[in-house]
C-alpha cells in the first residue's frame, strides 16, 4: 500500500487549466482516469487526509505510485481525451458498464456494391446502417419479412449471391418476389440501392410518405381498373402498417429521442436506455456496473454518455437525452453531444407529461434489472470477495488471490495437444487476458510434461518484462508532474490489472510470444504476475507446476490443483488433498475458473483439429499456389469432378501446364475418395463442396 505523500506533486507544478489526469500503480498500469475544469483544485483533493475520503477513492490512492495530467484547451476537449483515454487503458477504478447481453441490431451494408439487410451483433462497422437494438433477434426478422413485400432489398449471404450469379437463377426469394433478385440482373445496381436507401429511411421514422404513396397509387390503378395492381398496392400497405404496429406508439409528437434511468445501490448501478424513434419504441438495452469509485447519480450518467454515444455520429445521436440526473458539467456535455451529432441536442430530464411517464417506465425496467442482477451468484461483489477470502484461508495464502491464472491441456488421443491460460481477476474473468499454447517441446501425449513445458513458457516471459523494468522499479514521471509540458495519449489497446471492472469481450491473442510493448501504461503479453497459478488436475500436474517455477527461482507465487473426481484442492509437496465444503463459495469460484479453462483449450484444440481436418488433396502439390487451386476448382465445380478429368483436361484450366496438371493428377489419385455423408434427418447424400475439400 503506497502513501500517496511520496507521489504528490510539489505546490506550484499543477497547473489550473482544463485537462485529464491519470494515475498510475507501481506497475505502470493506469488505473484511474478523470477530468476537471481546473486540474490544480481537482488533483489535489486527492491528498488530503485520508481519513476524509470516500472508502473507494481511498484504495485508489493507497494503490496509485504516480499522478500525470495533460491540459487541454476546453472542456469539451477533456470530455473527449476522457473517454479516449478510459477506452484505452480500461482503469480498474473507473466506472465501466457492460451490456447484460448481446443485443441484435437490423443492418443495411450500404457499403457493398448491393446493399444486404441482416441481423448484426456486435462492434459497430463503418459504412453499416444500424437500427435497434431490438430484444431479440426473431422480432427483427418478423419485421424484414413484412417489409420485403415492399422494399425487396437482398438479404442473402454472399456465398449464394454468387451462386446465383453464375447460375443465373435467383434463390427462393427472388421467385416469390421478396427480393429484386439483383444477382440475375432484374435490378440495376442503382436501383437496388435505391430500394435499400428506401428500406433505411422507412427504419428511421419516415413512414407516413411512403404509406400515402401507396395508397395514391392504390387509388389510382382502382380508377383505372387495374385491380390486381391495385390489391397488391393495397396488400403492400398493409404490410408496412404490420411492421409499424411492432413498435408501440409512445409519444404522440413523432419524438426522436433516447430515455436513460439509473438505478443503484452502494456497490452496484443498473442502466436501461429506450430508444424512441418516431415516437415509437424502436429498441432497448440495459447496463450494469460496480461502482469501483466514488459517483453519485449525475456521474452515472455522464459515463453512460460518454459509453453510449463515444463513438456515434450523425443520426445514431439524439436530438433530445432525457436523463433522470444532469451532469456536473451539462454545458460542455451538451456541446460534446451536438459536435458528435453535428446540430443542437437537447440534454434535459423529463418533468411532465408523456415524457415523464415514459421514464417511470424506464426507471422500473432499470430497478428490475438490478434486483436481477443481483440474484446472479458469479457477478455479486461481496459474494466475491468472500470467495478470495476462503480461497487464502484454504491455502494459508497472506493475502486474497486478486489475480487467479488457470491452465488446462486438451487433446484428443495425443493429437493437437494444446493448453489454455485462463485469468479472473477480483473474481471475475478477464478475457482479454486469456491466452492459448501449443505444445512444441514433444510429441505425442503427456499431461504432465505439457503443463511443466507451459507453466515454464509462459513465467520465463514474466522474468524477461521483470528484468527489462528493473525489477518494477518506478519509472521517471518528469514528463508526469512538469503540467503543461505533459503529453497526451498514445493510441493502444486497453490496460489490464487486478480491478472490479470485467472484460467486455473474448478476444484471446494466438500469438503467446510477442513482445512486450513500451511501459505506457498498455498491457503487455505475461507481465503481470498472478498471486495464484492453479492447474487443472491432481498431484502431478501440481508437482510439474511446482518444478516449472522452481527452476525459474520465482518462489511468491501460490500453486494448486483442482482434481476432477471428488474436486479436490492438491498443494505441492501436500500428500493429503484440501477438501472444501461443497456450499464453499471459494471451491465454487475454483470451479467456475477450472471450467474456462477446459472450455477455452477445448475450443482451441477443436479449431485446430478442424483446420487439419478441412485439408485439401491440392495442398500437396509442389508449385501449386492458392490462386491456380481456385481456378481448378472453379473450372472444374468440385475437387470430385477434378479428380474424374484427364490431364488434358487439367491442362485447360488456365496457368496450369502439363508437368503441373500431371502433379495435380498424381496427387489426386493417391487421396482415396471420403465416403459420401448422409444427412440423417433427410436421407440425402451431400456432394463435396466447391471449396475443395475432401
Known amino acids: 500500500m503506497a502513501d500517496p505523500s511520496s507521489y504528490r506533486p510539489k505546490p506550484g507544478q499543477i497547473p489550473d487549466s482544463p485537462g485529464v489526469y491519470k494515475f498510475r500503480d507501481e506497475h505502470r498500469r493506469v488505473i484511474y482516469v478523470g477530468k476537471a475544469k481546473n486540474l490544480r483544485q481537482r488533483v489535489a483533493n486527492y491528498f488530503q487526509d485520508l481519513a476524509n475520503l470516500h472508502p473507494r477513492t481511498r484504495t485508489m490512492v493507497t494503490t496509485a505510485a504516480s499522478v500525470e495530467w495533460t491540459v487541454v484547451s476546453t472542456e469539451v476537449e477533456a470530455l473527449q481525451l476522457e473517454y479516449s483515454w478510459i477506452k484505452e487503458f480500461d482503469p480498474r477504478f473507473n466506472v465501466k458498464y457492460r451490456d447484460d447481453k448481446s443485443y441484435p441490431y437490423l443492418a443495411v451494408t450500404l457499403n457493398e456494391e448491393f446493399p444486404r439487410v441482416q441481423v448484426m451483433r456486435g462492434a459497430k462497422k463503418k459504412g453499416v446502417r444500424y437500427f435497434g437494438p431490438y430484444g431479440h433477434a426473431w422480432a427483427i426478422r418478423e419485421t424484414v419479412d413484412l417489409m420485403l413485400r415492399v422494399f425487396p432489398v437482398r438479404t442473402c449471404s454472399a456465398g449464394v449471391f454468387k451462386n446465383a450469379a453464375r447460375t443465373g437463377r435467383p434463390c427462393l426469394l427472388g421467385y416469390i418476389g421478396k427480393c429484386s433478385a439483383p444477382c440475375v440482373g432484374r435490378v440495376t445496381p442503382e436501383e437496388h440501392r435505391e430500394l435499400a436507401e428506401d428500406f433505411c429511411d422507412f427504419m428511421a421514422g419516415r413512414t407516413g410518405t411512403y404509406i400515402r404513396r401507396l395508397e395514391k397509387d392504390m387509388m389510382q390503378a382502382a380508377e383505372e381498373m387495374e385491380y390486381e395492381r391495385a390489391a397488391r398496392l393495397r396488400d403492400d400497405a398493409e404490410a408496412l402498417k404490420r411492421a409499424m404496429e411492432k413498435s408501440a406508439v409512445v409519444l404522440a409528437d413523432a419524438t426522436d429521442a433516447d430515455l436513460i434511468a439509473v438505478a443503484e445501490d452502494e456497490l452496484e448501478a443498473a442502466l436501461q436506455i429506450f430508444h424512441v424513434r418516431g415516437g415509437r419504441v424502436r429498441g432497448q438495452r440495459g447496463w450494469v456496473t460496480d461502482k469501483v469509485e466514488a459517483v453519485d447519480t449525475s456521474g452515472l450518467v455522464e459515463h453512460a454518455l460518454q459509453q453510449l454515444y463515444g463513438e456515434e455520429r450523425g443520426d445514431a445521436v439524439p436530438k433530445e437525452v432525457l436523463v433522470p440526473a444532469l451532469p456536473e458539467d451539462t454545458e460542455a456535455v451538451s456541446q460534446w453531444l451536438a459536435e458528435r451529432r453535428g446540430s443542437q441536442v437537447s440534454l434535459r430530464i423529463p418533468q411532465r407529461g408523456d415524457k415523464k411517464d415514459l421514464m417511470i417506465t424506464v426507471q422500473r425496467n432499470a430497478q428490475q434489472a438490478l434486483g436481477l442482477h443481483k440474484t446472479k451468484r458469479a457477478s455479486d461483489l461481496t459474494t466475491r470477495s468472500r470467495a478470495l477470502e476462503e480461497i487464502a484461508e484454504a491455502l494459508g495464502l497472506d493475502t486474497a488471490p486478486l489475480r487467479i491464472e488457470c491452465y488446462d491441456i486438451s487433446h484428443l ?120 497459478v492453479v492447474v487443472d488436475g491432481g498431484q502431478p500436474q501440481v508437482a510439474a507446476a511446482k518444478r516449472a517455477l522452481d527452476e525459474l527461482g520465482i518462489d511468491d507465487i501460490a500453486v494448486c490443483g483442482l482434481a476432477k473426481r471428488l474436486e479436490e484442492v492438491w498443494l505441492p509437496d501436500d500428500d493429503d488433498p484440501v477438501v472444501l465444503p461443497r456450499s464453499s463459495e471459494g471451491l465454487y469460484l475454483l470451479q467456475r475458473v477450472r471450467d474456462e479453462a477446459h472450455r477455452f483449450a ?91 475439400n475432401s
Request: charged letters at 30%.
Open 602 to 692: 477445448i475450443t482451441y484444440q477443436r479449431a485446430k483439429r478442424a483446420k487439419r481436418i478441412r485439408t485439401s488433396p491440392l495442398d500437396d502439390v509442389s508449385g501449386l499456389g492458392e490462386t491456380r487451386k481456385q481456378a481448378l476448382i472453379k473450372h472444374f465445380g468440385s475437387v470430385k469432378k477434378l479428380r474424374q478429368a484427364t490431364i488434358d483436361e487439367i491442362c485447360e484450366v488456365p496457368g496450369i501446364g502439363r508437368r503441373t496438371a500431371e502433379s495435380v493428377a498424381a496427387a489426386l489419385a493417391s487421396t482415396a475418395p471420403a465416403a459420401p455423408a448422409v444427412n440423417t434427418a433427410t436421407g440425402e447424400i451431400i456432394e463435396e463442396d466447391d471449396g475443395g
Open 413 to 532: 488421443q495425443g493429437d493437437d495437444v494444446v493448453a489454455s491460460m485462463v485469468v479472473f481477476e477480483d473474481g471475475l474473468a478477464r478475457k482479454s487476458e486469456y491466452r492459448r499454447f501449443q505444445i512444441k517441446g514433444f510429441e505425442g501425449q503427456d499431461d504432465v510434461r505439457s503443463m511443466h513445458e507451459v507453466i515454464g513458457r509462459r513465467f520465463k516471459r514474466y522474468l524477461q518484462e521483470k528484468e527489462r523494468t528493473g525489477e518494477w522499479e518506478e519509472q521517471p514521471t518528469d514528463t508526469a508532474t512538469a503540467g503543461p509540458a505533459a503529453t497526451g495519449p498514445v493510441p493502444g489497446p486497453a490496460a489490464t490489472g487486478p480491478g472490479l471492472a470485467p472484460a467486455a469481450d473474448e478476444r484471446p491473442s494466438v500469438a503467446e510470444d510477442a513482445e512486450p510493448r513500451e511501459d505506457d501504461g498498455r498491457p503487455k503479453r505475461f507481465a503481470y504476475p498472478p498471486q495464484l
